[in-house]
């Protein structure tokens, strides 16, 4: 049985999507997060990518109506991204891995991934506060995924810490 904190916790991880703050997540706040990225690398809508990330943060928005959007409206509300997160992906969080993979591979890539899809730790919490997690919990996070102390966070750290956030409420 699901416990009351547990869904509380989950449901407190809502807002990283809700962009725009209106009560629901939908493509918009999607393209706003790609849109806010670009704008905090200085890199262009139009440029590979740009393209890029607009494609994996759709991609993304697909992957979380699929799972989460039952009544069809192109809305997910608090109660449809708790259900999604307690009943469908808790068990599996790679699921939700591979939902975001296209997004944050494009994502890193803006931030200046070097060519083993590595990002320095300061442009991941770069990344993270313009998604909206607080800026001290953004530069924590970075340096705790820094398992090996070299300033670079690697793909295959990023992904699945992203999933286990908005699967697992530890």
């Known amino acids: 049985m699901v416990n009351s904190e547990y869904e509380r916790r989950i449901a407190a991880r809502f807002a990283t999507f809700d962009q725009d703050g209106n009560g629901y997540i939908d493509r918009a706040d999607f393209n706003a997060a790609a849109k806010a990225l670009l704008a905090e690398f200085d890199a262009a809508a139009r440029s590979e990518k740009g393209q890029s990330l607009y494609g994996g943060a759709e991609a993304l928005w697909q ?10 409206d192109q ?11 307690v009943k469908r992906l808790r068990d599996n ?15 890193l890539d803006v931030a200046g991934a070097d060519g083993g899809g590595a990002v320095g730790a300061e442009d991941l919490a770069r990344v993270l506060t313009v998604l ?5 919990t953004a530069r924590s996070v970075a340096a705790a995924l820094d398992t090996d102390g070299d300033g670079k966070v690697g793909e295959a750290e ?13």
């Open 75 to 85: 809305r997910i509300t608090r109660e449809e991204f708790v259900t999604a997160a």
């Open 158 to 170: 990023i992904v699945p810490a992203f999933a286990r956030y908005f699967t697992v409420p530890e």
């Open 63 to 72: 992957g979380m109506a699929g799972i989460a959007d039952r009544d069809g």
């Open 132 to 136: 909206g997690v607080p800026e001290e």
């Open 93 to 107: 969080p790679d699921r939700f891995a591979e939902i975001a993979r296209p997004f944050l591979h494009a994502a």
